[in-house]
């Protein structure tokens, strides 16, 4: 079984940064796409970035320019690096990955770390 793990939330003013990461834990697996997606009180849970193996970005057009998403294959990371935040990026985000494990594909989320943006 794999697990995925988030750090680096926390409390931020409006126009500041914050880097999150994702580390995946387990052994004999390949982590295809990787993302982070976001969920705010009140709100569904949506996509902020995915990133494939071949190190293909996608991004939702609110954090276009904002936000910078990247992977390391050898250490099982990826992270999410967050300039110039908005009030209205204050949500818990998750990371999230499909994961191969003995021929079979399955997607896992992290638990979330939460990020506030408030002044």
């Known amino acids: 079984q794999a697990q995925l793990v988030e750090s680096g939330g926390g409390l931020v003013q409006p126009g500041g940064s914050l880097r999150l990461s994702c580390a995946a834990s387990?052994?004999?697996?390949?982590?295809?796409?990787m993302g982070w997606y976001r969920q705010a009180p009140g709100k569904q849970r949506e996509l902020v970035a995915t990133?494939?193996?071949?190190?293909?970005?996608k991004y939702a057009d609110s954090v276009k320019g904002r936000f910078t998403i990247s992977r390391d294959n050898a250490k099982n990371t990826m992270s999410l690096q967050m300039n110039s935040l908005k009030l209205e990026d204050t949500a818990v985000y998750y990371c999230?990955?499909?994961?191969?494990?003995?021929?079979?594909?399955?997607?896992?989320w992290g638990q979330g770390t939460q990020v506030t943006v408030s002044s």
């Open positions: 387990g052994s004999n697996f390949v982590i295809y796409t």
């Open positions: 990133i494939a193996r071949g190190d293909i970005t």
């Open positions: 999230n990955a499909d994961i191969e494990m003995r021929q079979t594909i399955r997607n896992y």
